[in-house]
């Protein structure tokens, strides 16, 4: 296993980011823009450099009146190619013991083929949870590394090529906001005219709707914070397909690693039938983006859902979803999904049951 280091976060994080949400493999939940959100509502970062050259961040929550407290590696540790993922986990969580930390999950995005991976942690007295978020497999559009549009575009079904034309020739636009975008947005997108907060805003109105429809809790405020900081930080990038000055869809990609994920996408239901395809339209455009930054995936996220991690069936609510996915050509990424370790169960216990009296409390 790697050695563990400490990290000040006053001195010692000026190549956090470039190695643990830049770099191969890595994740904008292990990014600073993300501790530092987390910390907000009460979590406590931690900042380790590994001995092969990896980086770790764990968010530790304190048990309310008890000593100890519960860990949680956020999409972590990254799986940089060739690295001992299993070794990462299992050397922090080491260091985690050692301060008191009680339980310890963890969510890395490692391919569910790799069966040494769960047997280690399987060994070290990991076990599978539900997930931490909202998937655990997503659908992935592997993209050339010439970045010929053209054959990408092919690929696509027929039936989703003709949404994409007729969205443009509707007159739809896309507005990029982005941080790293220079002073030409690029062929197919429009420079924003006002700031980024007022899309955002927007968006999670249409995001709240969708929630809505679909019977999911959508924390407003949270969100909001969360984009702005991310934006901020040019880890998120904010896609509006507008049709006459009138926005109708929006797309909110992150970029990390060699890919750009799909974060939350929407639409107004009102629109659909006057202006179908703008959906389509938005995630053709993040592909031609990840195309032009070089990079080797469009993650267009998951599908799965509690209670069915697996791919949706005809007549279920994510059906419609999924086969829009596969339209761009995207295939289906199995992965091991959330493990989780209990080092001192009568205290884990015990917190657990304090944090739901306090949350009662804050209630009241």
Known sequence: MPTVRALDPASDLSDWDALAVDGPGGHVFQSRAWAAHRARGGWRPRFWALGDG???????????????????LPRGPVPTPGADVAG???????????????????????????EAYRDRLAKAGFHPIEELQPSRHRLALALPPDGDEAAVLAAISRSTRQRIRGAERAG????????RMTSEPGDGFDAPTEDVEAALYRFATMLEATGSRRGFHFDRAGFLA?????????????LEARHDDDPVAGLLLYRHGERLSTAHSADR????????????????RAAQLALREGRSELDLGGVDVAGARRPPLPGEPMWGLYQHKLSFGATW?????????????WRYGLGRLTGRLASIGDRR
């Open 54 to 72: 990896g980086r770790v961040l764990a968010l530790v929550r304190p048990w309310p009146f008890l000593p100890g407290s519960g860990a949680y």
């Open 88 to 114: 990462r986990m299992l050397a922090v969580v080491g260091v985690l013991d050692r301060e008191g930390v009680d339980v310890v999950a963890a969510d890395p995005e490692v391919p569910a083929s790799d």
């Open 172 to 179: 739809l636009q896309v507005v990029r906001h982005d941080t």
């Open 226 to 238: 969360w984009w702005s900081a991310a934006f901020a930080a040019g880890h998120l990038v904010a």
């Open 269 to 284: 239901a009102d629109t659909r039938r006057e202006i179908p395809g703008s959906l389509h339209l938005l995630r053709w």
């Open 333 to 345: 990424v199995e992965q091991v999904g959330a493990q989780e370790r209990v080092i001192r169960g």
